[in-house]
């Protein structure tokens, strides 16, 4: 399964896209630009990089904030004084190879982070090249959002499926249809939790999720029909 998550200051969107194992992520998101417009920030991982998906999603208007693997090259193009600076990417084969989409390109470290995939730091490009209004440190800040994806996962795997619990149904039309209840009753879950945020005043990252998982089972039991995704 492969799922978008795209920051907006006027509205949120998401998107979700499933087969089966033998199908790769790269391939899954190349069909997620359908929900795409212009005002949207998209944020994905290192894996993703390259022209022919980066100019798909491009090409809806929305702007990219994506991290690049290690081995890239990115040439200095010109330097900015927060520390980015203008490259350009291509493709290593077919008719993209012979045009070049120009990046901007963030290089940083976190601090307290030890490991194999952060020994070099992190390095991510963007469609944002303007570094007045859009500088690198806020745009690196950003980026750590991406990470709770991970969260979500959890959120939907362990605490709204049940641990060790399989999807029952036999069939492939079912487990689809098992799936997108899933991820509908999250979505709703998530809407919950973000009107629960607003109305005090709260970063929504402070509402618990198995809090108002609870509270949801709970107003089902009690009175049906009065939660619906």
Same mark, same amino acid.
């Given at each position: 399964m492969?799922e978008k +998550?795209?920051?907006?200051? $006027?509205s949120?969107k998401?998107?979700a896209e499933l087969?089966?194992?033998r ?8 069909r997620?630009?359908r929900?795409? %417009?212009?005002?949207q920030l998209v944020?994905a991982d ?6 022919p998906?980066?100019?798909a999603?491009?090409a809806?208007g929305?702007?990219?904030l994506?991290?690049v693997?290690a081995?890239?090259?990115l040439p200095?193009i010109k330097?900015? +004084?927060? %520390?980015s600076?203008l *490259?350009?990417i !291509?493709a290593?084969s ?11 390109v ?5 601090k307290?982070q030890?490991g ?6 992190? $390095?991510l490009?963007t469609?944002l090249?303007?570094?007045r209004r859009?500088p690198?440190r ?7 959002? $991406?990470?709770e994806i991970e *969260?979500v996962?959890a959120?939907?795997k362990?605490?709204? +499926?049940?641990a060790?619990v399989?999807?029952?149904s036999?069939?492939?039309? %079912?487990v !689809?249809?098992?799936?997108w209840?899933?991820?509908? @009753?999250?979505?709703a879950?998530?809407e919950?939790?973000?009107? =629960?945020?607003a ?7 402070r509402?618990?999720f198995t809090?108002?998982?609870r509270?949801a089972? !709970?107003s @089902?039991?009690? =009175? ?6």
């Amino acid at each position: 399964m492969a799922e978008k +998550r795209c920051a907006s200051p $006027r509205s949120s969107k998401l998107d979700a896209e499933l087969t089966g194992c033998r199908t790769g992520e790269v391939t899954l998101v190349g069909r997620l630009p359908r929900s795409l %417009g212009p005002g949207q920030l998209v944020l994905a991982d290192r894996e993703f990089l390259g022209v022919p998906l980066w100019q798909a999603f491009t090409a809806t208007g929305a702007d990219l904030l994506w991290r690049v693997p290690a081995n890239r090259v990115l040439p200095v193009i010109k330097q900015f +004084r927060d %520390g980015s600076w203008l *490259s350009q990417i !291509r493709a290593s084969s077919g008719p993209a190879q012979h045009e070049p989409v120009t990046v901007r390109v963030l290089a940083y470290q976190l601090k307290g982070q030890v490991g194999k995939d952060t020994a070099d730091g992190y $390095r991510l490009v963007t469609t944002l090249l303007d570094a007045r209004r859009h500088p690198a440190r806020q745009l690196a800040a950003l980026y750590r959002e $991406r990470w709770e994806i991970e *969260s979500v996962f959890a959120e939907i795997k362990t605490h709204q +499926r049940g641990a060790r619990v399989v999807l029952s149904s036999k069939t492939p039309d %079912g487990v !689809r249809q098992q799936i997108w209840a899933h991820l509908l @009753v999250h979505h709703a879950l998530r809407e919950l939790m973000l009107r =629960t945020a607003a109305t005090r005043g709260l970063d929504p990252d402070r509402v618990s999720f198995t809090e108002t998982l609870r509270s949801a089972r !709970r107003s @089902v039991t009690v =009175t049906p029909g009065s939660f619906s995704p």
